[in-house]
């Protein structure tokens, strides 16, 4: 009897090989299902069951993952472009322009990377609202609403950072525009500019900062806190599903008659 | 027991490992605080490459009678009236836009947030939370305006004029 795929797979899994890089090896029982996500280093930050319930359509419109997904379209299309791109006045303005027309699939990436961008900022206000709405924000997943206030600051300091790098006027303008709105904080505004700039101006300095800041240090800092947002999802009992809630579960055991202890 | 009434004494010694703690935290803050003191100096520019805000406007011959001139690369206005030459910053004292002079209006306006000026800077409508500032304006030894972008001068006096 010829094999199935599926067993060309178990046979794999059963090699020296894999069992040396996969500890968890082989098997469907629930304990090497759950070794299966435990033992891997980045499903380990989820949690090792979920109720089906919490994966449905209705419980989050898939909004955090289609978040995730738009953020790794945007690092797998924005490494591309930084080939080509040099952060320097006024060669990044030439640069754009030859990635919009001259180089091979360029103006597919940056588009790409573009509406990436603007797809996350929608999805990341989508994944709020919805939890927001939901109450899913509540105890004890409140210190996870935090983390994600805090991946929206990162979201739109991304996207304002990245809005100089084309150097156009656009570009120019917003970013004297938006310096200057940081200036207005109490005391400090125009110190917080003069950093932010790396002088009194728009100009060279500005564009290399906000390069940085676009390509390494927000990026990082944003995957530092998106590995702690999933991390407290498993910390917190799991995605927010009501029928799933303690509190549910409780009113509905004592409205059968049964006594819950927690 | 005689001694169970007394007030426990109270343990102002340090042993060697509460000592030895201490002195680490204490190493680790002072490393912690020149770190935060140098990250900051680091991080502000000492040399800065920017233009002179010294500005040269050219011969005075220049600018016509009632004229209003916007020089968009300095961001400045060189405008001749009946009372003499004088210079307005051309930067919108709202968020810092390039405002235009608008001649068919005989106003300034800005193209951002639609903040609207006289020709002498004083604000006539939009958020602009302050009047355009004059800047100081004199004639150099070859007869040429130069016009000092750091430095206000106050607006409609005599010395903040050139007369010519």
Known sequence: ??????????????????????????G????????????????HLFSTKVRTRMLSFSTTWYLGTLTL???????ATGIPLMLYYHPSAPQ???????????????????????????????????????????????????????????LLLMTLLLSYTG?????????????????????AVPV??????????????????????????????????????????????????????????????????????????? | MPDENKPAKVEDTVNRRQFFTKLGLGSLGIAAAGTAAFA??????????????VVNAGSPDRYPPDSVTLDVNSG????????????????????????AWKPELGIIACPCHGSKFKQNGEKIEGPAPKPLPWKRIWLNNDGDLLVDRSTDVPALQRDSFVRV
């Open chain 1, 1 to 26: 009897m010829a094999k199935t795929v599926d067993q060309y797979f178990d046979d794999l899994r059963g090699t020296r090989v894999w069992r040396s890089i996969f500890r968890s090896g082989t």
């Open chain 1, 28 to 43: 469907a029982s629930t304990l090497k299902r759950a070794l299966a996500i435990q033992q891997n280093v980045f499903l």
């Open chain 1, 69 to 75: 997904g738009t953020f790794f379209i945007l690092v």
């Open chain 1, 92 to 150: 990044a303005y030439a640069d754009t322009k030859d990635l919009q027309f001259v180089v091979s699939s360029g103006m597919f990436l940056r588009n790409l990377h573009r509406w990436s961008a603007h797809t996350m900022v929608f999805l990341v206000f989508a994944h709020m609202f919805k939890v927001f709405y939901r109450g899913a924000y509540r105890t004890p997943r409140e210190f996870n609403w935090v983390i994600g206030v805090i």
């Open chain 1, 163 to 183: 809005y100089l790098l084309p150097w156009d006027q656009l570009a120019y303008w917003a970013i004297t525009v938006g310096s200057n709105i940081a200036s």
């Open chain 1, 188 to 262: 400090i505004g125009n110190k917080i500019r003069f950093l932010m700039l790396g002088g009194n101006a728009v100009n060279a300095n500005a564009l290399l900062r906000f390069y940085v800041l676009h390509c390494m240090i927000l990026p990082l800092a944003a995957m530092f806190f998106v590995a702690i947002h999933f991390w407290r999802i498993r910390k917190d009992g799991g995605l927010y599903s009501h029928g799933s809630e303690p509190v549910t579960l409780r009113a509905n055991a004592s409205q059968a008659g049964v006594k819950v202890v927690q």
């Open chain 2, 40 to 53: 900051y100096q680091f991080l502000e520019p000492n040399v800065l490459y920017e233009p002179s805000p």
């Open chain 2, 76 to 99: 400045i206005y060189v405008i001749h009236s009946q009372e003499g030459y004088f210079s307005l910053s051309a930067v919108c004292t709202h968020l810092g836009c390039l405002t």
